[in-house]
């Protein structure tokens, strides 16, 4: 009975977040990439080659790691590629509210100015990323249809497991004290100046 649930868990994990990435890749890219390169430099964290870079190629990730996790395919490899991007994001979007920045988030088309509700969200889709990885992405998935082992698959993927919940449990922990120690200003208050 466990296991059913943790596989109905790992799957609507696996809809949640791989609709949120095919989503928002294809979001970006119906706005252009110059849109999302603005968006990607409005964080001020790295020179415009990686931006454009980022720019390129970022979506085009989100669209494939989307639909590759809502059939199931090869989901504890992507179940990694996703948590790491949330993480990412979750850091991104955190070391501009520290700087108190103003910029949008670049998440999905609309603008979305940057907001500890973001960071929350990605730490809440970095959570759902663990039952992935634990139950193989679940019941319903593409590798059991075709019997697909990967090197994930093995007993030392625990290990893999618990990697990852230490990440996220950190994580959430620096947040949760980031969020609660620096001071509350309000929305538009101040916009950082680019370097």
Same mark, same amino acid.
């Given at each position: +009975?466990? #296991?059913?649930?943790?596989?109905?868990?790992?799957?609507?994990?696996?809809?949640?977040?791989?609709?949120?990435?095919?989503? /928002? !890749?294809?979001?970006?890219?119906?706005?252009?990439?110059?849109?999302?390169?603005?968006?990607?430099? !409005? #964080?001020?964290?790295?020179?415009?080659?990686?931006?454009?870079?980022?720019?390129?190629?970022?979506?085009?990730?989100? =669209?494939?790691?989307?639909?590759?996790?809502?059939?199931?395919?090869?989901?504890? /490899?992507?179940?990694?590629?996703?948590?790491?991007?949330?993480?990412?994001?979750?850091?991104?979007?955190?070391?501009?509210?520290?700087?108190? +920045?103003?910029?949008? *988030?670049? *998440?999905?088309?609309?603008?979305?100015?940057?907001?500890?509700?973001?960071?929350?969200?990605?730490?809440?889709? +970095?959570?759902?990323?663990?039952?992935?990885?634990?139950?193989?992405?679940?019941?319903?998935?593409?590798?059991?249809?075709?019997?697909?082992?990967?090197?994930?698959?093995?007993?030392?993927?625990?290990?893999?497991?618990?990697?990852? /919940?230490?990440?996220?449990?950190?994580?959430?922990? =620096? =947040?949760?004290?980031?969020?609660?120690?620096?001071?509350?200003?309000?929305?538009?208050?101040?916009?950082?100046?680019?370097?």
């Amino acid at each position: +009975m466990i #296991y059913v649930i943790s596989s109905l868990v790992a799957i609507l994990g696996r809809f949640i977040i791989g609709a949120t990435f095919f989503i /928002a !890749g294809i979001g970006k890219i119906r706005n252009g990439k110059n849109k999302f390169l603005h968006s990607v430099l !409005g #964080y001020d964290l790295v020179p415009v080659s990686i931006a454009t870079f980022v720019a390129h190629f970022l979506p085009i990730l989100e =669209i494939l790691a989307g639909v590759m996790l809502v059939f199931g395919l090869l989901p504890q /490899a992507v179940s990694v590629i996703a948590f790491n991007l949330l993480l990412v994001f979750a850091v991104t979007i955190t070391v501009s509210l520290v700087r108190e +920045m103003d910029n949008d *988030c670049g *998440c999905f088309k609309h603008v979305i100015p940057v907001q500890w509700r973001l960071v929350y969200r990605n730490i809440f889709l +970095m959570g759902l990323v663990l039952p992935i990885f634990a139950l193989k992405g679940g019941a319903l998935t593409i590798n059991k249809l075709l019997a697909i082992q990967t090197s994930l698959s093995h007993p030392n993927s625990t290990i893999g497991l618990v990697v990852l /919940a230490s990440i996220w449990g950190i994580v959430l922990l =620096i =947040i949760l004290l980031l969020h609660h120690l620096l001071p509350h200003r309000p929305k538009g208050a101040k916009q950082a100046t680019p370097f």
